[in-house]
């Protein structure tokens, strides 16, 4: 099993660089870090009372690494899930927040957990997570990777601009679902005909 630093370095080579794009409600980013969380936390790296993009340009991979860990691992209490959901959860949470907690807590209320659906890990969503984990292993992992995939199904079909994040120009499976599928055994993959027939609406 990677360390959690392991899968914060994982997640910032995923992320990539400096990207400022318009379509994208998170603003300008850097290695996965947008300007809206160095705001939040107030890193001025030039010190100049200002936090810009000059700021998020000047932040290297290891500041990032850093930010993860500390505020997207730790801070939402996601190691005190089973050690097998880590990477998918984690990463989840760099690229959607809460949201990444709301699709564990659905999914574990799918499977007859009594737990609140709020975004925040606690003693509950622990226990019906590490019992769901202990009962079915792989079987939660890919279920949550699969609900994960959904989830950016559904924001895409709510959002057209955000469909290039989903389906290349070319038809393909864009960035956010290769990247769910990154954390989901390969016979859970769409197959390219099933992927297209999911993303027909789309036109």
Do not use: C
């Not at 400022?20 to 030039?46: E, K, Q, S, W, Y």
């Not at 009372?49 to 801070?75: E, K, M, P, T």
């Amino acid at each position: 099993m990677y360390s959690v630093k392991d899968i914060a370095r994982d997640i910032v080579a995923r992320e990539g660089g400096f990207v400022n794009d318009p379509d994208d409600p998170g603003g300008a980013t850097n290695f996965g870090v947008t300007i809206h969380t160095m705001r939040r936390l107030g890193i001025d790296l030039n010190h100049d009372g200002v936090v810009d993009q000059r700021d998020l340009r000047s932040l290297s991979q290891s500041d990032a690494v850093n930010i993860f860990i500390r505020h997207y691992f730790h801070a939402p209490l996601i190691g005190g899930l089973p050690d097998a959901l880590h990477p998918s959860v984690f990463d989840m949470y760099v690229n959607a927040g809460s949201n990444a907690v709301k699709i564990l807590q659905r999914l574990l209320r799918s499977m007859g957990y009594d737990i609140a659906v709020d975004g925040v890990l606690g003693a509950q969503s622990h226990a019906a997570a590490q019992d769901a984990y202990a009962k079915a292993p792989q079987e939660l992992v890919d279920a949550y990777g699969i609900a994960r995939r959904n989830y950016y199904f559904t924001l895409a079909d709510r959002r057209p601009a955000s469909r290039k994040y989903a389906r290349t120009r070319a038809g393909g499976k864009g960035g956010w679902i290769t990247r769910a599928e990154a954390f989901i055994a390969p016979k859970y993959h769409l197959s390219q005909s099933a992927f297209s027939e999911r993303t027909a609406s789309w036109g």
